[in-house]
T-cell receptor
Framework: DVKVTQSSRYLVKRTGEKVFLECVQD?????MFWYRQDPGLGLRLIYF???????EKGDIPEGYSVSREKKERFSLILESASTNQTSMYLC????????????FGNGTRLTVT | AQSVAQPEDQVNVAEGNPLTVKCTYS??????LFWYVQYPNRGLQFLLK??????LVKGSYGFEAEFNKSQTSFHLKKPSALVSDSALYFC??????????????FGSGTQLTVLP
C-alpha cells in the first residue's frame, strides 16, 4: 500500500512565523501535490510537482512556496504565516504523466494566531 | 473554465436504503471524472473514476457512479447504505484532453450521514 505521511497532524503558529509542512511518500511516485481544504470550498491546489526540483503553481500559490529536493519528499513553506492561512493542508501523490492525485496523507490542521 | 457542482451540502439516509450523492460538471471536451471520500480526521481516499467506456463505473466499498453525458452528471450511488459510509464525499473533474495533473477541479463536498 502506498503511504503518504505528513509530519504533523496539528500545528499552531504565530502570525509572521515561517512554517514548514513536510510530506513523504514511499512509492517512488513522480507527482506530488499540496492542497488546501476549507469548508464549502472543497480542495484547492496550492502547488504541484512532477519531478525532483520541478514545480508548477496551482490555483492559490500566493503566500506559499515549495521544495522538492528528493523524489519522496515535498515540503510546503509559508514564508510569513498569516491568519488567513489557517486551514487543513493535504499532501497527495500519484504516478505517471498527467495522473491526478490518488493517495493522500491524513492532513495537517494549521492554526495561525 | 471547468467547474464541479455538488448541489447538496448534506445528505441523510437511513441504513439499508439506497444512497445518491449528486455531482454535475462543466468542462471543455470529454471529462475525466472522480469521486473521493474523506472519513473523519483522515485524508482523502480515491473511490472511483470515469475515463471512457461503460457509463456505470464500479469502485471501492460497493460504490458505483453513473456518467450521464447529456445531463453532464456523475452521481455516486450505493444500493444499501451502511453507517460506516458516513463521510465527506468530493467529486472532481478534469478535461480528458488535458495532459496536466494539476488541472483537476474539486467540488465543495457533500456530507453523507447514514442513520442507524
Amino acid at each position: 500500500d502506498v503511504k503518504v505521511t505528513q509530519s504533523s497532524r496539528y500545528l499552531v503558529k504565530r502570525t509572521g512565523e515561517k512554517v514548514f509542512l513536510e510530506c513523504v511518500q514511499d512509492m517512488d511516485h513522480e507527482n506530488m501535490f499540496w492542497y488546501r481544504q476549507d469548508p464549502g470550498l472543497g480542495l484547492r491546489l496550492i502547488y504541484f510537482s512532477y519531478d525532483v526540483k520541478m514545480k508548477e503553481k496551482g490555483d492559490i500559490p500566493e503566500g506559499y512556496s515549495v521544495s522538492r529536493e528528493k523524489k519522496e519528499r515535498f515540503s510546503l513553506i509559508l514564508e510569513s504565516a498569516s491568519t488567513n492561512q489557517t486551514s487543513m493542508y493535504l499532501c497527495a501523490s500519484s504516478q505517471g504523466q498527467g495522473a491526478p492525485p490518488l493517495h493522500f496523507g491524513n492532513g495537517t490542521r494549521l492554526t495561525v494566531t | 473554465a471547468q467547474s464541479v457542482a455538488q448541489p447538496e451540502d448534506q445528505v441523510n439516509v437511513a441504513e439499508g436504503n439506497p444512497l445518491t450523492v449528486k455531482c454535475t460538471y462543466s468542462v471543455s471536451g470529454n471529462p475525466y471524472l472522480f469521486w473521493y471520500v474523506q472519513y473523519p480526521n483522515r485524508g482523502l481516499q480515491f473511490l472511483l473514476k470515469y475515463i471512457t467506456g461503460d457509463n456505470l463505473v464500479k469502485g471501492s466499498y460497493g460504490f458505483e457512479a453513473e456518467f450521464n453525458k447529456s445531463q453532464t452528471s456523475f452521481h455516486l450511488k450505493k444500493p444499501s447504505a451502511l453507517v460506516s459510509d458516513s463521510a465527506l464525499y468530493f467529486c472532481a473533474v478534469r478535461a480528458f484532453s488535458s495532459g496536466s495533473a494539476r488541472q483537476l477541479t474539486f467540488g465543495s463536498g457533500t456530507q453523507l450521514t447514514v442513520l442507524p
